[in-house]
């Protein structure tokens, strides 16, 4: 059993290193196409990462994909693809701040009722997609996207002052929130900045993402449900039950994805709020191949690039274009979701091979053994 | 008319594949009209006059027969007005009966044989090569098959056909070649060979049968089904489970009133405890849908189930198996097993909520695994290790496994549906035993199978499932497998009498 | 050694019926839902609803979404789900907007085709060949579209004058033409606001006023599916490969090559709705441009049921929806509603003739929901508007996703030799 092992830890590490390999190596191409230098820019970003106001960028941004991550992550095991975590996180995101605007209840009980209105928000939002495909057969990657631009939608209206909406200087916002719901960081001095409180809730999220899909019922029943929707029935599995506890938790946990950000540091919601974590989201989560802990060092990885390619542009003496990191991102995951597949499939015809050369080898040593030919 | 028979993984269907194009061989020779050929694809061997017809039909649903014929060798006759005349020609002249403009996916198991048939006549063959084609057949369509065949062979072509129903063989081949293990072991003409003579040429050894001893059924009833009713469904959505037709608002709906056709219809029968209900049917005869009934994946439309004296027919299929009703499902692949998932974790499929699998809502992975090497060994799975993926196993193993976990739970109502289908001999007769032993202690069974022997062999009582309704019953212990097929395809009902001339009155309360 | 699925073919029972729409009933309601409309408008007071003006910008802004959705069209037939034909159209508006600036708007149409198309083997390499998940890979193409754009109009458009990383230098017009006589005598007849005989002409005439030649193009392409599709070896070939890849396999077709070709050619189609977007759309590329529409080109083909016919008559619809967003949007939504309010009165009556009493009550409940919002007030939130075109898609797929069939190995993962 120990080969199988080894060749086991072999193959997970294979797919995620011969994306990055191959990323690297496109990217590098991009950039002798452009006219540049091929490695300067990556030296560049990596001297960044010495320096520790970059560094508590990077976590902190890291943490708003990962627990975005895990959203799409949870849907991908069920073979369902939320889309939606764009529209999700920033309506979530708008609903938290207006309460948290409105209501001022002591700070114990603040923080979680705000984290409980993001939550039930993105679950809501969530569950609209959810329900379409259960009850009309609506496929949800199309709904999400939909509900995505919806959700646009309806944060301007509520976002208008006549609603909700207050004005600072050019900006629309929802006002400042009660500081009973400011969840204080880790100060690490001023020149250096403050990590978000809620990188903890991010870790939380991760162990409890893996606790829950693979020490539960609930979570055997959802990975069945993604491997075989008609074994998972089959065996008991109630699919629409499923199919609609997966999008709203998936909601609800897209929903918090951009409280570490709100609670933490810019206590607004503002039009300015980052965009597109979603599809960010979705990239990282193929990177690391919806497990917990390769989606944590995918979101590192992420934050790294976003982190480090502002300074390309003042490099000296020759400036870069930052985008080469937005081409690398969109390479990566190119590249990740062909190099995954190949590993896989040869993984498992290995397996194949050696579980009947095992075989046939115990079987040479019986007579009596009547060995399947290949009808 | 060339037979090639040999038993269940002999290497026919490699085989013809080889002499169809599909596969390349790896060693040895072909010849075509004294000249050596070598096919690198299916095209090379339409081209020199071969055609295959598949056991598993290559057919689209949503495109019409003449789509599927014409498909591939458009060149021939165009797609148009000029294919349509040669189908037709060629239907006529062989008495095939095909129309041109019909949905594959409206017609019956034996008009697409033809259609598979005219597919290869249509480019031009001389040589046909049938894949086991009576498996899906009744006998009497047997008979209209065979008869086509004949025309065929009046009109010069060449047949050859695998099977390993010996029976048809005889009666139809002018000579047969027996395969065993992948090397031919004999050829034999059917006027100087008989059945026995052609067995035991075919296995080598004894034939292993599936009869029982003696009777060990009680008359504590286990399953009790009462009108059982289900009604014709339309088509399903993107890609969910289908829905009843109607809830789209431009469609036309199925109404519950009379008129619409039932899949199932006013089922009522009892299994006690210790009792193999077997059911025989052509395929498409309802028993898939009253397996779902019983399962609890599709509830019916009217009737009751009852499963030791409680009404079960609302349950969901958790609550249903958590009571005790165990189900190998008919396609284990997409029914029974994760195939990209660990054995242990297949071992958990299907009872995820019960021990040794479970404690309370968490999973117990050491429980399960150290259950699944007990099955492993009690039910010779054939495995290096509980960790592989049950892709990695053979089909028999899988088999193996499936059974295994399914009497692990100690059920008291077996739902088996084609249970030893696709698996190698010896597994065949290890499964029989494990059924065979736990019926023993009061299992009740429920039987569905195309395999008459096993049926034969394994009930204690008999019924045909015909049009969704159970037409007739047998007794196990004398009927042959041409009787039963006569009420399979609705040629004869109710009770079926042995007809035999030294018929001894039999024990009618088996 | 495993053994290929065991299930044998099971025995359909023939006579299932036909599910889809016939023509008499669809063309009634087409009828019924104009008169409808031009009541409402008559109510309403809404001119704009049904005006030329309206129709042709509507027509403009369906070009895209219908030439996304025959891009969908061609690959789903073939079995490959395409989720990345926004990123597709990105990359036809990229590539329009900088050869058209250089060369001429006609060449910046080729270059937009050929951007798709270069998205699109991409595409088919990952499903084709490396049989990836068709959606995840189409998503990847979406977020690399998006990536690559933004790097490469760094590049070129920033340095240009009146151009920026988000904008591209202006592109010369292709020209728009209008039907002499036709255009003016139809226009006429709208301004005259007659019920029913206005309304029509406003449709007929916003087909045949400001027409662009693409757009004529975009229109002819819909036939010209059909008949390769439905009528020559080849479509019959690509179709097989969407319905039963294994069959076709055993009669010799290339399953892979027609796939290819497939999805290549539905990215050749989203680049030139990408295209038509920054060249006659507008005149020039925009960041965002695309705004969705590759994913409401696959709704479109959903609602027409994988059908050429059907998908123009989606895309139609949601052109109109699109073009709603444009021209006097406010007005003319609240106008709708009460079109919509008197659309559920009949659904709901229909549903309660069906028997359906629980769904009939409920949409009678939402119908008088929306007349009650007609009533009290004057006009819609501009956000509301800006939503309608993806509301809309919602509510028709809700409605239809049921009853539609999709080619039958849409999505499924195929390898050569598989049926083995």
Known sequence: ?375 | ?510 | MTTATVAKPKAQQPGKGSRRVSLPVLLLVIAGVLVLTSIVRLISGAEGITSTGQMSTALRLAVPIGLAGLGGLWSERSGVVNIGLEGMMILGTWFGAWAGYQWGPWTGVVFGIIGGALGAVLHAIATVTFNVNHIVSGVAINILALGATRYLSKFTFENQPQGSSKQSPPIDSLGTFDIPGLSSWLDTLNQKHWFLVSDVAGLIGGLFTDLSPLTVIAVALVPVTWWVLWRTAFGLRLRSCGENPVAAESLGVNVYKYKYIAVIISGGFAGLGGAFLSIVASNVYLDGQTAGRGYIGLAAMIFGNWMPGGLALGAGLFGYTDSLNLRGGTTNVHALILLLAILLVFGAAYLAWRKRYLPALITAVVSALMFVWYVSTNEVPKQLVSATPYIVTLLVLSLSAQSLRMPKADGLPYRKGQGK
């Open chain 2, 1 to 510: 008319m060339h037979a090639l028979v040999g038993e269940n993984g002999a290497g026919k269907s490699t085989l013809m594949k080889i002499l169809y194009g599909m596969q390349k061989p790896d060693e040895g020779t072909i010849t075509v009209a004294g000249e050596q050929v070598a096919f690198h694809s299916p095209a090379d061997a339409i081209a020199r006059g071969i055609g295959m017809v598949h056991q598993h039909f290559m057919l689209a649903d949503n495109l019409t027969v003449l789509e599927n014929v014409v498909l591939g060798s458009e060149k021939l006759y165009g797609i148009g007005a000029a294919a349509r005349k040669k189908i037709k020609e060629i239907s006529d002249r062989y008495g095939l009966n095909v129309r041109p403009d019909v949905l594959i996916e409206d017609l019956g198991v034996a008009d697409r044989q033809r259609v598979e048939i005219l597919k290869v006549l249509f480019r031009g063959a001389t040589t046909l090569i049938l894949d086991e084609p009576t498996a899906v057949l009744v006998p009497q369509e047997v008979d209209a098959l065979f008869d086509n065949l004949r025309e065929l062979k009046a009109e010069g072509l060449s047949v050859i056909f695998i099977s390993h129903k010996l029976g048809e063989v005889l009666s139809v081949a002018d000579e047969i070649t027996v395969i065993r293990r992948g090397t031919t072991v004999g050829t034999a003409v059917p006027a100087e060979t008989t059945p026995r003579q052609l067995a035991e040429l075919m296995v080598g050894s004894e034939l292993p049968t599936p009869e029982t001893a003696e009777s060990t059924v009680t008359d504590k009833p286990v399953v009790e089904v009462k009108g059982l009713t289900v009604y014709a469904s339309g088509g399903a959505s993107l890609g969910e489970l289908a829905e009843p037709a109607g809830t789209g608002l431009l469609t036309e709906e199925v109404s519950e009133a009379d008129g619409v056709r039932r899949v199932l219809d006013d089922i009522t029968f009892t299994i006690h405890a210790g009792e193999v209900m077997g059911v025989a049917g052509v395929e498409g005869n309802g028993q898939s849908e009253l397996i779902e009934a019983l399962i609890g994946l599709k509830n019916a439309d009217s009737g009751t189930i009852a499963f030791l004296g409680e009404e079960i027919t609302s349950w969901a299929t958790r609550k249903r198996r958590e009571k005790g009703i165990g189900y190998i499902p008919e396609d284990r692949h997409r029914q029974g097993l994760l195939l990209e998932a660990p054995l242990w974790e297949n071992r958990i499929l299907g009872h995820v909520t019960e021990r040794p699998n479970a404690k309370g809502f968490w999973i117990d992975p050491k429980g399960a695994q150290d259950d699944t090497r007990r099955i492993v060994k009690d039910y010779d799975v054939r495995t290096p290790g509980i960790d592989v993926t049950a892709a990695s196993l053979s089909g028999g193993n899988q088999q193996k496994l499936i059974v295994g976990r399914e009497m692990s739970h100690a059920p008291k109502f077996l739902i088996a549906a084609h249970p030893t289908r696709g698996v190698d001999v010896g597994a065949q007769a290890a499964i029989w035993d494990h059924i065979r032993a736990a019926r023993r202690e009061g299992l009740a069974v429920l039987l569905i199978s195309a395999d008459l022997d096993e049926l034969i062999g394994l009930s204690d009582t008999l019924r045909v499932i015909y049009n969704g309704r159970l037409v007739a019953d047998a007794d196990p212990a004398t009927i042959t497998p041409e009787e039963l097929g006569s009420a399979m395809t609705g040629a004869a009902s109710g009770h079926l009498e042995h007809v035999d001339e030294a018929a001894a009155p039999e024990d009618e309360a088996r």
């Open chain 1, 1 to 375: 059993m120990k080969k199988f092992d080894k060749e086991r830890a072999l193959l997970a590490v294979a797919g995620p290193v011969l994306a990055l390999v191959a990323a690297i190596v496109l990217t590098s191409i991009v950039l002798i196409a452009s006219g540049k230098n091929p490695f300067e820019p990556y030296r560049l970003m990596l001297e960044q990462v010495g320096f520790s106001d970059i560094q508590v960028l990077i976590i902190n941004q890291a943490s708003l994909y990962y627990i975005a991550a895990l959203a799409v992550a949870l849907g991908f095991r069920m073979n369902l693809f939320n889309i939606g975590v764009d529209g999700q996180y920033r309506l979530a995101a708008m609903m938290t701040a207006v309460v948290g605007a409105h209501v001022a209840l002591p700070s114990f009980l603040q923080v979680p009722m705000l984290l409980l209105v993001g939550l039930l928000t993105g679950a809501f939002w969530a569950g609209i997609a959810g329900v379409l495909k259960v009850t009309r057969g609506v496929s949800e990657v199309v709904s999400t996207i939909m509900l995505n631009a919806i959700a646009t939608s309806v944060i301007g209206y509520l976002t208008l002052t006549d609603n909700f909406g207050v004005l600072v200087g050019d900006n629309i916002t929802t006002g400042v929130m009660k500081e009973s719901g400011w969840v204080p960081g880790i100060n690490l001095g001023a020149d250096v900045g403050e990590i978000y409180g809620l990188v903890f809730l991010a870790v939380l999220l991760g162990i409890g993402y893996w606790l829950v899909l693979n020490r539960t019922r609930f979570g055997f029943d959802l990975r069945a449900t993604g491997a075989s929707e008609t074994a998972a029935a089959a065996s008991g599995v109630d699919a629409k039950k499923m199919v609609f506890t997966a999008m709203l938790i998936s909601g609800g946990v897209a929903g918090l994805s951009g409280l570490p950000l709100l609670l933490g540091d810019s206590h607004t919601y503002a039009l300015t709020f980052p965009a597109g974590l979603g599809f960010t989201a979705i990239g990282i989560a193929l990177l690391g191949r919806n497990n917990p802990g390769g989606i944590a060092l995918a979101a590192l990885l992420w934050a790294f690039l976003d982190k480090a390619s502002p300074a390309l542009d003042y490099a000296t003496p020759v400036a870069y274009e930052k985008e080469i990191a937005t081409i690398m991102q969109g390479l990566i995951v190119f590249a990740v979701v062909i190099s995954y597949e190949a590993v896989r499939q040869w993984g498992l015809r290995r397996q194949q091979k050696r579980v009947g050369a095992e075989l046939a080898a115990a079987a040479a040593g019986n007579n009596n053994h009547k060995k399947e030919v290949a009808a």
